[in-house]
């Protein structure tokens, strides 16, 4: 089957990684091209063979397809979206899901926005609901992931892990990829308007506790230390390595994609989530980053808030707490 794809918003995110990726899928091809800025819209349409749409309702009554990928700022995502699931398309956005004052400030009354857009989904069986979480495609979060699901490192225990403020959103969603559902948090920033340099304590489900902060300005976007029973394994960077050991041993795992094993890119990180996510539109599988990994993450990221704002523990509060569990490991 081909896949018809809309690409609704062809700005940087669009324009850049979406609609490229996307094009490299074999079975997908890109039929509508439609952003409120006419230039855009045709450029993009010229682009890909495709038509242009200035209005999203004209879109959904002319064009005929499959999927709509949204890449568009947190500030239109839920009209969009909401537009789309209710005329049965798969969708793929980005991330944060809803974040009225920018994605560095999420709070608790963005979260019920995420949620109607997953109560929307979850009434269309079959759709999927993919978020652009792009790490999950970083081949050196895809080995770590094995390792740890191998056993070899033992259970969790905790983590430690900073990060540039600018993959903030990114790292909470990876945090609950590695250590599982979060169920509160004590956080810290000084400057609670901007809250580029904040810190957190995670506590998890499981039992284990994560530190968490992130900088203004850091050399590495991120390393991520995940702490076993056995061993510990580091995970460095988009697109950069991961090495591991046992607690009583010398002998240290590497593994560098970036130099042994095959390139790997910010870009190629779009190219591997996307042909994923059509992937489990075409076996009716699970995706990795889907409408749930979408709200956890706007839970844990709200809790944050509220306890930098009241300098108090706040608890996670999981809508649906059975739904988008991970293995944990
Ligand atoms: N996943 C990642 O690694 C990553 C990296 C950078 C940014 N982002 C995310 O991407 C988003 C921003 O992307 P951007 O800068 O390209 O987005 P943007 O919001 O600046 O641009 C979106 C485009 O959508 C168009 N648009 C807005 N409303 C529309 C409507 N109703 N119908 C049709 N078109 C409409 C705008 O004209 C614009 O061209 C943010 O949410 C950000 O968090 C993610």
Avoid at 159 to 172: E, G, K, L
Avoid at 209 to 228: C, D, E, H, P, V
Avoid at 236 to 263: F, M
Wanted: charged content about 25%; glycine content about 8%.
């Amino acid at each position: 089957m081909m896949y018809k794809v809309a690409v609704i918003g062809y700005r940087a995110q669009g324009s850049i990684h979406h609609a490229p990726a996307f094009a490299r899928v074999p079975d997908c091809r890109i039929v509508a091209i439609c952003d409120v800025v006419e230039d855009r819209a045709k450029e993009g349409a010229e682009k890909y063979g495709a038509t242009a749409y200035m209005d999203v309702d004209k879109l959904l009554e002319q064009e005929e397809f499959d999927i709509a990928n949204i890449p568009v700022g947190e500030k239109y995502r839920h009209e969009l979206v909401m537009k789309c699931l209710r005329r049965g398309k798969h969708i793929f956005t980005e991330k944060p899901l809803a974040a009225e004052d920018g994605q560095f400030a999420i709070k608790l009354s963005d979260v019920p926005v995420a949620r109607e857009m997953v109560d929307e989904w979850q009434k269309h069986e079959g759709l999927q609901f993919g978020i652009c979480f792009g790490l999950h495609a970083s081949a050196n979060v895809v080995r770590a992931k094995e390792v740890i699901a191998g056993g070899e490192l033992g259970d969790f225990a905790g983590m430690h892990v900073i990060t540039q403020h600018n993959s903030w959103n990114h790292i909470i969603d990876l945090v609950r990829y590695f250590g599982g559902e979060v169920t509160g948090v004590a956080a810290y920033a000084d400057d609670q308007d901007e809250m580029s340099a904040k810190t957190a304590t995670l506590k998890f489900e499981n039992g284990g506790l994560a530190t968490l902060a992130s900088y203004k300005r850091l050399a590495l976007q991120f390393q991520i230390k995940w702490i076993g029973t056995k061993g510990e394994i580091i995970v460095n960077n988009i697109a950069g390595d991961a090495y591991w050991y046992l607690h009583d041993s010398l002998e240290t795992r590497v593994y560098d994609e970036t130099r042994t094993v095959k390139r790997c890119s910010y870009k190629a990180i779009f190219e591997g989530l996307i042909a994923e996510f059509v992937s489990s539109i075409r076996e009716g599988s699970d995706f990795v980053a889907d409408g749930w990994a979408g709200l956890r993450h706007m839970e844990i990221d709200a809790a944050i808030t509220e306890s930098i704002r009241t300098g108090q523990f706040a608890t996670v509060n999981r809508y649906r707490p059975e739904m988008g569990r991970r293995p944990i490991g």
